[in-house]
């Protein structure tokens, strides 16, 4: 096998390799649509970090990643890379072997360029080679996942009234966010990230076209769910598609129904406006984020992540 630099006259190839694994997983994941391209590919040919295999003269994978950045997944100091969907692909035949061989070329680019954390967001019922990876130190990280926009099974909760907020009214929801910061930082999730302050919390709020949907009981509000028009698969976008981008509900009124209803009123509003697919994304190690997510949810990526000794760069 012939690993060489990942260039422009590869992307005509390499495209084909990603779309065909793309289109593997759609057998598995209900929800996902068509698509006739992937995105972005320009981009990975001039940076320089990404690696092509070849055997016979055809290419058989490759594997690319965006930018180096600082403070990776916003909870680390270690400056980390990123190979998303689409970013990356290979043959069926001995898929795992490939890029058991294509990691070891470009792992060592991106410690090069100074970064300890690797993230490579695979396909999830592409086990074999989820496990290669794990052979190689990785460990289950986020996850993503789709469902078509229909409401779940659920019995109704008429204690609680459903809204949409207006933006006037997005104040409210500020206390369960810093509620949800706080579960961030709670064992086994431990992912201490800072919260926004108030201002930067409606200065966020405002972008990407949020909406947030909430239920209240007795004056206050007790669960929210922030809907957004995009998220971080190149499927999750376009206009048929919404995204959950924040959900939280207080402990106290878990286990009731509840945010089944306040899922199936956001589902409703956005159904009847024309939208046809709902995502989300999530870490594996939220249990409770897992476990009501998988239940209505399909899962399509397991991003996977290996933080390295850093003390490799001095040398």
């Known amino acids: 096998m012939d690993i060489l630099d990942f260039r422009g006259q590869h992307i005509e190839e390499a495209a084909a390799l990603a ?3 793309y289109n593997e997983e759609r057998r ?4 996902l649509p068509e698509a006739r391209s992937v995105p972005g590919l320009d981009s990975f040919a001039g940076n320089g970090l990404g ?3 070849f055997e016979g003269g055809k290419m ?18 270690a400056r980390g890379v990123f190979s998303p969907m689409g970013a990356h692909g290979a043959v069926a035949e001995d898929r795992a072997r490939v890029y058991a061989a294509m990691y070891q070329a470009a792992a060592a680019k991106w410690v090069r360029a100074g970064a300890v954390s690797h993230a490579i967001c695979l396909y999830a019922h592409d086990e074999g080679l989820q496990q290669q990876f794990f052979r190689y130190g990785f460990g289950l990280r986020c996850l993503d996942a789709i469902r078509p926009m229909e409401p ?18 997005w104040p409210a929801v500020y206390p369960l966010y810093l509620a949800l910061n706080r579960h961030y930082c709670a064992s086994p999730f431990f992912m201490n ?11 966020s709020s405002a972008q990407g076209g949020a909406r947030y949907f909430a239920a209240e009981q007795g004056g206050g509000l007790c669960a929210f769910l922030k809907i957004a028009a995009s998220g971080e698969t190149f499927i999750a976008s376009g206009r048929g598609y919404r995204h ?16 089944q209803n306040l899922l199936n009123f956001a589902i409703s509003a956005l159904k009847r406006e024309g939208y046809t697919r709902l995502g989300v994304n999530f870490e594996s190690f939220n249990p409770a984020a897992r476990g009501f997510w998988l239940k209505y949810f399909t899962a399509y990526t397991h991003s996977v992540v290996r933080r390295i000794d850093e003390r490799i760069i001095g040398l």
């Open 193 to 203: 990230r800072k919260p926004e302050t108030f201002d930067e919390f409606m200065a």
């Open 152 to 169: 779940v099974g659920c019995s109704p909760c008429p204690s609680y009234r459903f809204a949409e907020l207006p933006e006037a009214e």
């Open 19 to 21: 779309l065909a694994a």
């Open 60 to 77: 058989v994978g490759f594997l690319c990643c965006c930018e180096p950045f600082d403070k990776a997944f916003r909870a680390t100091d």
């Open 244 to 259: 959950i981008r924040g959900a939280y509900c207080l402990p106290e009124h878990r286990g009731k129904g509840l945010f």
């Open 28 to 31: 598995f994941a209900e929800g």
């Open 51 to 53: 690696v092509a295999a």
